[in-house]
Nanobody, 122 residues
């Protein structure tokens, strides 16, 4: 089992920045590819960033490319999402997830956190 706990969400004005953290406990963190998803009200949960086991491969959704940065610290069992130039349309619940496979959808993801709310005001 892997337990994931997100933190760092909150209210920010458009153009501002937030840094989300996801702390993992349980099985070996470095054995899992890590993901950030987000879900806006009434919409599906979409993947926005993925980082591979050692951090060597990173992928972003087009909607966040150039504004968000995913990183991980395997010594601290933590994955981060630095979010800059935030827009009102970035408002959502942000979830981290872990899976031993490289995926690009929510389907069959092994472990999920409970999410943290990010609200961007205009």
């Amino acid at each position: 089992q892997v337990q994931l706990v997100e933190s760092g969400g909150g209210l920010v004005q458009a153009g501002g920045s937030l840094r989300l953290s996801c702390a993992a406990s349980g099985r070996t963190f470095s054995s899992y590819n890590m993901y950030w998803f987000r879900q806006a009200p009434g919409k599906e949960r979409d993947v926005i960033a993925r980082i591979s086991l050692s951090g060597g491969m990173i992928r972003y959704a087009d909607s966040v490319k150039g504004r968000f940065t995913i990183s991980r610290d395997n010594a601290k069992n933590t994955v981060y999402l630095q979010m800059n130039s935030l827009k009102p349309e970035d408002t959502a619940v942000y979830y981290c997830a872990a899976d031993p496979n490289l995926r690009w959808s929510a389907k069959d993801m092994d472990y999920w956190g409970k999410g943290t709310l990010v609200t961007v005001s205009s």
